[in-house]
C-alpha cells in the first residue's frame, strides 16, 4: 500500500500489529505488554526467542514525508527515554532476556533520517549499560511490509458473512455535515448537472441528498470496521487501489449515467471479490460511499454532455 493511503492509526494500529506480530512470531514467543496497568515502560510487546522487543506506532495519514519522519522521531526518543528509565519494571518482565532490538514497528517510513535518528539513540542505550540490554543491541524502524507473508495470511483469514448494520443517516445529519462541507457539495451539485437521468433541479436536490446519505453511511460503517482490521486494510487497499485507475474509465466517452453506473457496480463487485467475508449488503454500502466520495473528491469525472 502507497505510503499516501489511508490507515488504520492510534490504538487501531496497535491492536493490528500486536496481532500481526503474534502471527509472525507465535502466539507463544511473542509477549504482548498491556499499557492500561501503568503504562507501557516503552514497549508494546517482545518476541522471547528473538530477544527483540517493539513499540507499535501509526500516525495520522495522509501525511508529508517531513511530518512523518517528525512524528516517528518523537516517538523513538520519548519511548527510549522510558525503556531507559523504567529499569525495575522492564527487569520484571524480561527477566534473564537481554534485548537485541528495540523496534519501532510503523506502518510505514520514507526518510533515511529516522536510521540516523535511531543509531543516535542506540548509543544512547548502549552508555545506559542496561541489565536487559544486550551487547549488539540495536534500535531499528520496520515498516509492515517487512511482514508481508504474516500480514497476507491474516487478511485472507475469513469470517462468514461478516454483517454491520450502519446507523440510519437522518436529513439533520446531511443538513450538518453539508454546511460543513460547502465545497464538496458543489462539486457534486455540479457533476450531477451532466447526469441526463435528472431533467430538473429537484431531480439533482434529492439525487444530491441520496448520495450524500450513500457517502455517511459508508463512512460509519467504515468506523465499524475498524474492529475488523483485516477486513478494514482489505477495503482500504482495494479502494485506494481502484482510485488511482479510476480516471480511465471516464476516457472510453460513454456517457456519464453509464459511467456512474459502470463505476457502482465495479467496485462492488470488487470489494465483494477482494474481502469475500464481508456480506454483500456491507460492500453494497461500501461501493456507494466510494463513489459519492469519488464524486465530490473529483477522482471520478463525467464526460462533457454534448448540445444539439
Avoid at 108 to 126: C, N, P, R
Avoid at 290 to 298: G, I, K, Q, S, Y
Amino acid at each position: 500500500m502507497t505510503a499516501s493511503a489511508a490507515r488504520l492509526v492510534g490504538t487501531d494500529w496497535e491492536d493490528w500489529a500486536n496481532r500481526l506480530l503474534s502471527h509472525h512470531f507465535g502466539p507463544t514467543d511473542y509477549q504482548r505488554v498491556p499499557a492500561k496497568d501503568r503504562g507501557d515502560a516503552g514497549i508494546e510487546g517482545f518476541s522471547v526467542s528473538k530477544r527483540e522487543a517493539f513499540q507499535c506506532y501509526g500516525c495520522e495519514e495522509p501525511i508529508s514525508v517531513e511530518a512523518r519522519y517528525d512524528k516517528q522521531r518523537t516517538k523513538i526518543t520519548t519511548d527510549i527515554k522510558k525503556f531507559i528509565n523504567n529499569k525495575d519494571a522492564l527487569l520484571r518482565l524480561f527477566g534473564p532476556l537481554k534485548m537485541k532490538r528495540w523496534v519501532l514497528f510503523v506502518p510505514v517510513f520514507d526518510s533515511k533520517e529516522i536510521v540516523a535518528h535511531a543509531a543516535t539513540k542506540t548509543q544512547e542505550v548502549i552508555n545506559a549499560a542496561l541489565p536487559y540490554v544486550d551487547h549488539d543491541f540495536r534500535i531499528v524502524v520496520s515498516e509492515e511490509s517487512s511482514f508481508a507473508v504474516a500480514r497476507d495470511q491474516l487478511l485472507g483469514a475469513t469470517t462468514q458473512s461478516l454483517k454491520i448494520n450502519a446507523p440510519s443517516i437522518t436529513a439533520e445529519d446531511v443538513d450538518a455535515w453539508s454546511q460543513l462541507n460547502v465545497g464538496l457539495l458543489g462539486v457534486l451539485k455540479e457533476k450531477l448537472t451532466k447526469l441526463p437521468t435528472l431533467h430538473t433541479q429537484t431531480d439533482r436536490d434529492e439525487f444530491a441528498i441520496k448520495v450524500l446519505k450513500w457517502y455517511l453511511t459508508g463512512q460509519a460503517l467504515l468506523e465499524r470496521l475498524r474492529d475488523y482490521p483485516q477486513v478494514y486494510e482489505k477495503i482500504i487497499e482495494t479502494k485506494s487501489h481502484r482510485e488511482e485507475y479510476l480516471s480511465i474509465g471516464s476516457l472510453h466517452g460513454s456517457a456519464s449515467n453509464i459511467v456512474f453506473a459502470e463505476t457502482l457496480k465495479d467496485f462492488r463487485e470488487t470489494v465483494q471479490r477482494e474481502a469475500k467475508e464481508l456480506h454483500s449488503f456491507c460492500a453494497e454500502q461500501l461501493a456507494a460511499e466510494a463513489v459519492a466520495d469519488w464524486l465530490m473528491r473529483c477522482p471520478l469525472q463525467f464526460p462533457e454532455t454534448k448540445n444539439g
